[in-house]
Nanobody
Framework: QVQLVESGGGLVQPGGSLRLSCVAS????????MRWYRQAPGKERELVAT????????SYADSVKGRFTISRDNAKNTVYLQMNSLKLEDTAVYYC???????????WGQGTQVTVSS
């Protein structure tokens, strides 16, 4: 069955770094656009970063540009989110998503908590 398992979250001080991982199984990972979303308490879920299936090109939310890097390893069925220079406002549950337009498929992980606090 389809699974997306995130890991790497935790508590970090402002200015620190974390690397999130998401291991996928049960579908053809290389054919899917992979995305990281986050949801802070009381806020809507926000798209943070995308890595495309065709050429591994990337896109980022303005709020994380220059600080976060998304990457994928198709051999390991894994997508990463390297988060540097973390800020208090980066605190959220981070979710991994696998998306394919045709046929439409949209899979989600359970999320991993990232807390930035001094």
């Amino acid at each position: 069955q389809v699974q997306l398992v995130e890991s790497g979250g935790g508590l970090v001080q402002p200015g620190g770094s974390l690397r999130l991982s998401c291991v996928a199984s049960g579908f053809t990972f290389s054919a899917f656009r992979m995305r990281w979303y986050r949801q802070a308490p009381g806020k809507e879920r926000e798209l943070v970063a995308t890595v495309f299936s065709t050429d591994s090109s990337t896109s980022y939310a303005d709020s994380v540009k220059g600080r976060f890097t998304i990457s994928r390893d198709n051999a390991k069925n894994t997508v990463y989110l390297q988060m540097n220079s973390l800020k208090l406002e980066d605190t959220a549950v981070y979710y991994c998503s696998a998306y394919r337009r045709i046929p439409l498929r949209d899979y989600w992980g359970q999320g991993t908590q990232v807390t930035v606090s001094s």
